[in-house]
């Protein structure tokens, strides 16, 4: 970016918070595909690096991204979106996703963690059932948003809203560190 560019006002297409959203959603469906591979090694073929960083991902990033979303977004297009858009059943719906998926993910978590650091399993197929609950539910969830909340953020949210959508993202970031 030149030096100036503080004296002219940026292009909402220059910082598009909604790309750093849908970024986060492609992360999350390597996590999920991530998941999977750990599910078919279990108990003994499974890769610990990539148990630690999905149990990562699973505590810290995960319930960050749901709070961007329930905080910042999700109530920015429920004032933009039109009712013939049919938004706010699925915003709830997703929303109450997010709540469940923060208890299953952190459970999850605590036990990719012992496996990343080379400890065996408590249960394997117990584990092995979480794990694939989990990603398949979490996809479905990330397909949702990423062909219907998505799309209709880019179409209703105005240059406003982009700007203190990004404005609420920083800030939790700023908390978080
Ligand atoms: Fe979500
Ligand atoms: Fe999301």
């Known amino acids: 970016m030149s030096e100036d ?4 006002k940026l292009s909402p297409l220059a910082r598009n918070p909604l790309d750093m959203i849908s970024s986060a959603h492609a992360l999350q469906v390597q996590m ?12 003994d073929e499974v890769d610990r690096r990539l148990c630690g960083q999905v149990a990562s991902c699973l505590q810290y990033d995960l319930p960050l991204h749901h709070h961007d979303e329930e905080e910042a977004l999700f109530p920015l297009l429920r004032k933009r ?11 709830d719906r997703l929303t109450s996703e997010h709540a469940a998926d923060n208890d299953f993910a ?3 978590a605590e036990a990719l963690e012992t496996l990343g650091q080379g400890g065996r399993p408590a249960n394997p197929e117990m584990l092995g059932y979480m794990l694939r609950g989990f990603f398949e539910r979490y996809r479905r969830h990330v397909q949702w948003e990423s062909t219907l ?3 209709m953020a880019r179409l209703r949210l105005t240059p406003e809203d982009l700007e203190a959508l990004q404005a609420r993202l920083n800030e939790y970031r700023r908390q978080a560190s």
Not at 5 to 8: K, M, N, V
Request: charged share 35%; with cysteine; hydrophobic share 40%.
């Open 5 to 8: 560019a503080g004296s002219e």
């Open 32 to 43: 999920c595909d991530a998941m999977e591979r750990i599910a078919d090694g279990l108990p």
């Open 81 to 91: 979106a039109r009712p013939e858009d049919g938004l706010e059943e699925i915003l």
């Open 106 to 108: 952190s459970e999850i």
């Open 149 to 151: 909340v998505m799309p």
